[in-house]
């Protein structure tokens, strides 16, 4: 007598047929390994060309000129860098210079596409009307256009250093960039830093200790002075104990331009005000249909319960439209992070101009420059995706709560 059960072969075999070849059984195996067999040939074939012209250029494969010396100078370093540098330095200026000015488009693009997309919503006509407009007129302009316009007919057009707008005796504006003074730390910066540290970590508690009591008892706390409070007190007291925390050097006047403290130069200025301005006319109009997918009767719960329209929007809707928000979000500081590689029309700094293009120019190594350059811009995708997929998740796992 049997003491299991056994399939049927002709049923094994018709699941086996189906798992492999999906519903069109051994056929659609076939056609499978036959697709990817061909484009393992296509592959191969790519690769083999690509090698003999290698060879007959005389141009050798590998990743050895990455340490060969650059001899060109990067009017932007936020490292260490100079001219006798090898080329894996100018590929780390590259990187750093683009996720900077890529982080500086992503805040202020979501600062200002939020702001605007309030104001479109806004019962307010006036404020409405010019939200509209500049959603319209920004989003239609092409992007290579506006950061000509930006650096060009606005910053270009500035006076020269001689006659640069002073702010402060201190701070100096014109055809050559931002002078700032440039902080130069002091034995109590780390202390200083960590006061600050731990103030906003406070500010966070109380908020979130405050967003609590008010869902469980009606009643919201007023935390901005306490906040306030520990962000002045905390850094005084590390001040007062372990002394000053920084100097600041100032820029001077030499000749024809500044030397000595920071400086933002106007391509950075022009990119990064181009990139947000021109991201945030997006992101305004996702975050408005993410706010009208939210049932109009969720404000007027709110105005029932006595709270404000910026309060029910705050507490109430946008917490349950950052759901619908959030997918084409990352798709916005996707394309903003990619569309810094344009900084190459007005000579800024980030990794397509210095690697992918000038160490282009002078190695040759086409396949494995750009090889790299694919793969960190393909990195750089990856990890803000997972980032937003996370927060997305406690974002959905919040409000289901």
Not at 14 to 20: G, S
Not at 142 to 159: E, G, K, N, T
Not at 181 to 210: D, N, T, Y
Not at 299 to 306: D, I, N, P, Q, S
Request: glycine share 10%.
């Amino acid at each position: 007598m049997a003491t299991g059960f056994r399939k049927p072969p002709l049923q094994f075999s018709l699941r086996l047929r189906r798992a492999l070849g999906g519903q069109a059984g051994w056929g659609g195996l076939a056609l499978q390994v036959l697709f990817v067999a061909i484009l393992a040939w296509i592959g191969y074939e790519i690769v083999a060309n690509a090698k003999g012209n290698l060879e007959a250029q005389n141009t050798a494969s590998g990743l050895g000129f990455m340490s060969n010396t650059a001899g060109f100078e990067v009017s932007q370093t936020l490292i260490p860098y100079s001219q006798t540098d090898s080329y894996t330095r100018v590929f780390l200026v590259g990187l750093v210079n683009t996720l900077v000015v890529a982080a500086v488009g992503i805040f202020f693009a979501t600062m200002i596409g939020f702001m605007v997309a309030l104001g479109r919503l806004s019962p307010n006509w006036l404020i409405s009307r010019i939200s509209g407009g500049y959603v319209e007129l920004v989003r239609n302009l092409p992007l290579l256009f506006q950061i000509l316009f930006w650096y060009l007919a606005v910053l270009r057009m500035l006076p020269n250093p001689k006659q640069s707008v002073s702010v402060l005796d201190g701070i100096f504006l014109s055809n050559r960039g931002l002078a700032i003074p440039k902080p130069i730390g002091q034995e109590g910066s780390i202390a200083f830093a960590v006061a600050i540290a731990v103030a906003i970590i406070g500010g966070m508690v109380l908020r979130s200790h405050s967003r609590r009591s008010l869902f469980r008892t009606g009643r919201a706390l007023i935390v901005w002075p306490y906040a306030l409070g520990l962000l002045i007190a905390l850094p005084a007291a590390s001040m007062a104990v372990f002394g000053t925390p920084f100097t600041f050097e100032m820029p001077i006047l030499k000749g024809f331009n500044f030397s000595g403290g920071a400086r933002l130069i106007p391509e950075f200025v022009a990119l990064a005000i181009t990139l947000s301005t021109y991201t945030a006319a997006f992101i305004a109009e996702i975050v408005r249909a993410g706010i009208l997918s939210v049932h109009k009767g969720q404000m007027e719960a709110g105005a029932a319960l006595g709270l404000s329209r910026g309060s029910t929007l705050r507490l109430i809707v946008v917490p349950q439209a950052m759901r619908v928000i959030l997918p084409p979000l990352t798709n916005q500081y996707l394309n903003l992070t990619k569309n810094s590689s344009l900084a190459v029309a007005i000579g800024y700094p980030e990794l397509f101009s210095v690697f992918a293009g000038t160490t282009l120019s002078q190695t040759g190594q086409a396949i494995e420059i750009l090889s790299i350059t694919m793969g960190v811009y393909l990195l750089i995708s990856l990890v803000t995706s997972g980032i937003m997929s996370i927060y997305s998740r406690r974002v959905a796992r919040s409000v289901g709560a």
